[in-house]
């Protein structure tokens, strides 16, 4: 007996074995029934005074216990035929000083409909793992390509083509542009045309993560880190991105103090989970974005300069839907094709008023201003043409921008002021409230997005909100 088995009271040998399998046969070398259970006797219709000192094969129809006892050979999972089924029984051979002294025999299914009633919840099981797992998966890939970065003008194919030469490249990648460019359709479409693109591709959004999460998020968490910490801990997206790459949309929003770690990150290709000791060594590559000026950022001593040249290996910048508008009909076309099949329609055009309307405008809520747009032409159209009537309100009434929105706000065409003059904080006042309200038109009414497009943060947009009446 193994050191500590003798403390176990022997009344208790049996019950154990019984406990451990439910239905057990013992023999010795020469295949002599040494021990057999009740659960197993019962199976095969016998006592266990018939069965004990008899040959294993004249008692167990099929039995092949004597063979193992004698080959010292382990056969697992192994079908024998019994009682007019089958079984699936496990035999394990028994060694005593490096020779065989017997075998163990248990059964794990006593007929083919038990096997197939295990075999149906682990199955339940295993198609449930699939399913997540491909989810995981799914999500974790990149869903654009090359192909699907619309234009023609010369300022948007110049950006294109770079980041089409620079995508086999390891280098970090720092794509600048106005919200709504599709800062993030180009660094889908930089993973997928990599040697990478067969990795995971993970995006994270640094403004939409509360400070105190972001670190747990980036660099995950040991079991106990903190209050509600998950058992296990969890993996962060520094880890789900190994060997692939990793999107910080808007970077410019990552706190001072998260800048710090992100950068040793970078430098040293290893991480810390939060509460954890050990260094977990990684492989990503990093494609960063923003809307804001990380050169103002870091004379002002907003963003670490250390980062910034660590992140600013490839600049690509964006051009806004403004000085790209040849491009409009063409993006908008692809567009309706892509709004059509989520709202199963088919043929959808625009008539010549509204495509000299969408060219008039300024966008700054730029290409995912236009989708909203779009979206909500769609959603009012009866026909399949649509006509200025279906735009909304404020691009419906708009007469002909001028590229500084400002100046719009104060003179008509022939420049005659449409505002009385007054003093001019009433003055100010008023152009800062029809700018909110503009914004938040383009950014089809979310707020956050609308203080991007103004430049201003979260809580001071709340507040002009609240000040000038906007719901």
């Given at each position: 007996m193994s050191r500590g088995f003798e403390n176990i009271p022997s009344s208790w040998h049996e019950q154990i074995m019984n406990l451990l399998a439910e239905r057990i046969v013992i023999v010795d070398r020469n295949g002599i029934i040494l021990y057999i259970n009740e659960a197993y006797c019962e199976f095969i219709g016998?006592?266990?005074?018939?069965?004990?000192?008899?040959?294993?094969?004249?008692?167990?129809?099929?039995?092949?216990?004597?063979?193992?006892?004698?080959?010292?050979?382990?056969?697992?999972?192994?079908?024998?035929?019994?009682n007019g089924s089958e079984m699936i029984a496990n035999r394990f051979?028994?060694?005593?000083?490096?020779?065989?002294?017997?075998?163990?025999?248990?059964?794990?299914?006593?007929n083919p409909e038990e096997w197939r009633m295990y075999q149906s919840k682990i199955q339940q099981l295993v198609d449930e793992l699939t399913y997540y797992q491909t989810k995981v998966q799914k999500d974790l890939k990149s869903k654009y390509s090359f192909q699907d970065l619309i234009g023609t003008s010369s300022a948007f194919l110049a950006a294109k083509k770079l980041?089409?030469?620079?995508?086999?490249?390891?280098?970090?990648?720092?794509?600048?542009?106005?919200?709504?460019?599709?800062?993030?359709?180009?660094?889908?479409a930089i993973h997928e045309n990599s040697f990478r693109s067969s990795a995971p591709f993970v995006a994270i959004n640094c403004a939409s993560i509360p400070e105190h999460l972001l670190e747990s998020e980036l660099y995950g968490y040991e079991e106990g880190a903190f209050t509600g910490a998950k058992k296990g801990g969890k993996m962060g997206q520094f880890e789900l991105a190994n060997g692939g790459t990793l999107f910080l949309d808007e970077i410019g929003d990552m706190p001072l103090s998260m800048q710090s770690k992100l950068l040793r990150v970078l430098q040293e290709k290893e991480l810390q989970r939060v509460g954890g000791h050990k260094f977990i060594p990684v492989d990503v590559r990093i494609i960063a974005a923003t809307h804001r000026d990380l050169e103002k950022m870091v004379k002002g001593g907003n963003f670490r300069q250390d980062l910034y040249y660590r992140l600013n290996v490839i600049k690509i910048d964006i051009p806004p839907l403004r000085k790209r508008k040849e491009d409009i009909?063409?993006?908008?076309?692809?567009?309706?094709?892509?709004?059509?099949?989520?709202?199963?329609?088919?043929?959808?055009?625009?008539?010549?008023?509204?495509?000299?309307?969408?060219?008039?405008?300024?966008?700054?809520?730029?290409i995912r201003e236009l989708e909203n747009v779009l979206e909500r032409c769609i959603n009012v159209l009866d026909g399949k043409t649509i006509q200025l009537g279906h735009l909304p309100l404020y691009l419906r009434d708009q007469k002909n921008e001028c590229d500084d929105p400002i100046q719009s706000t104060f003179k008509t065409n022939k420049g005659t002021p449409t505002l009385p003059l007054q003093p001019l904080k009433e003055t100010l006042a008023q152009a800062e409230k029809q700018a909110i309200q503009h914004a938040l038109a383009a950014a089809n009414g979310n707020k956050l997005e609308a203080a991007k497009l103004l430049d201003i943060g979260k809580t001071s947009f709340y507040e002009k909100c609240k000040l000038y009446n906007i719901k």
């Open positions: 016998t006592t266990i005074n018939q069965a004990i000192g008899r040959p294993v094969q004249e008692v167990i129809e099929n039995s092949r216990m004597h063979i193992v006892a004698k080959t010292g050979k382990k056969e697992l999972a192994a079908l024998q035929p019994i051979p028994l060694f005593e000083n490096g020779e065989v002294v017997g075998a163990l025999g248990t059964v794990m299914f006593r980041a089409e030469r620079v995508s086999g490249s390891n280098s970090s990648v720092l794509l600048i542009g106005e919200s709504g460019t599709g800062k993030e359709l180009f660094a889908h009909p063409l993006i908008s076309m692809n567009l309706l094709k892509k709004l059509e099949k989520r709202f199963y329609r088919k043929g959808i055009e625009l008539s010549d008023e509204v495509l000299k309307r969408l060219m008039e405008h300024t966008w700054p809520g730029n």
